[in-house]
C-alpha cells in the first residue's frame, strides 16, 4: 500500500471501537470466522438503499482491511434497493485518504476503478441493485448499513446470513460547508471498524 493509505490506516487503527459496536460487529466476525475455519470463501455484500454512499465505504474498507490482515478468498461487494450513482464526495474523500481512483465510465451512474495497492485487483464500483448479476447469487453474507434498507428489505434472496450495521448517512451533510469533513468522519468510522471485524479473524 502506498505511504498516504499506508498512514491513514495507522491512524484506523488507534480509533476506539466501542463495547456496543463491538457487539453490533460481532455476528459479521463470526461469519467470517467459520469461513475461514471450513477453508471456504467469503463473499460480503454491504447494502444500503440508493448504494451510493455507506455501502461503498463499507465495502471497498472491509476489502482492504481483508488484504491488510491476509485473510484469504475474500471478496467484497455492495448494492441498493435501487439504482443511483456513487456520490461524487465518497470518491474524493476515498482519494484523500490515499486510494488510487478513477473514471471506467463517465456517465450518470459512473463506475470507478479502485486500488488500494498496485498489485491488486481494483474494487470496481457503482452504483447497483443487492442482487445484481454483477453480485454474488448465494453463500453471503447480507450486511445492511441503513436501517431504511434494513427495514424495508425484510429478504434477501441467496443470503447465508443477514447483519444489521447501520450508519447515520453522511448525506445529512450535504450542501454545509462541513460536507467534506462530515465524508472523512463517516469514512474513517467505517473503515475502523471493518479494521476492527478483520483484526479479530484468526487464520
Not at 20 to 26: A, D, M, N, T, Y
Not at 36 to 42: P, Q
Not at 183 to 191: A, M
Amino acid at each position: 500500500m502506498n505511504t498516504k493509505l499506508s498512514n491513514y490506516i495507522k491512524a484506523i487503527l488507534t480509533q476506539n471501537i466501542s463495547e456496543e459496536r463491538k457487539v453490533i460487529l460481532q455476528p459479521l466476525i463470526d461469519f467470517i470466522q467459520k469461513k475461514v475455519v471450513n477453508k471456504e470463501s467469503i463473499a460480503i455484500n454491504f447494502i444500503c438503499t440508493h448504494n451510493s454512499r455507506r455501502s461503498h465505504l463499507a465495502q471497498i474498507w472491509a476489502q482492504t482491511a481483508s488484504a491488510y490482515f491476509e485473510i484469504p478468498d475474500v471478496d467484497c461487494y455492495s448494492g441498493g434497493t435501487e439504482t443511483t450513482a456513487i456520490f461524487p464526495e465518497i470518491a474524493e474523500t476515498l482519494i484523500d485518504a490515499g486510494f488510487h481512483i478513477w473514471k471506467l465510465h463517465e456517465s450518470e451512474n459512473p463506475i470507478y476503478s479502485i486500488k488500494y495497492t498496485e498489485n491488486a485487483q481494483p474494487i470496481i464500483g457503482f452504483s447497483k441493485k443487492f442482487d445484481d448479476a454483477f453480485n454474488p447469487e448465494n453463500g453471503f453474507a447480507a450486511v445492511m448499513t441503513c436501517s431504511q434498507a434494513d427495514g424495508g428489505c425484510p429478504f434477501i434472496a441467496g443470503a447465508e446470513k443477514r447483519i444489521p450495521v447501520t450508519y447515520e448517512d453522511p448525506k445529512i451533510s450535504d450542501g454545509r460547508s462541513d460536507q467534506a469533513e462530515v465524508y472523512k468522519e463517516k469514512s474513517l468510522e467505517i473503515g475502523a471498524e471493518m479494521f476492527y471485524v478483520f483484526s479479530q479473524i484468526n487464520h
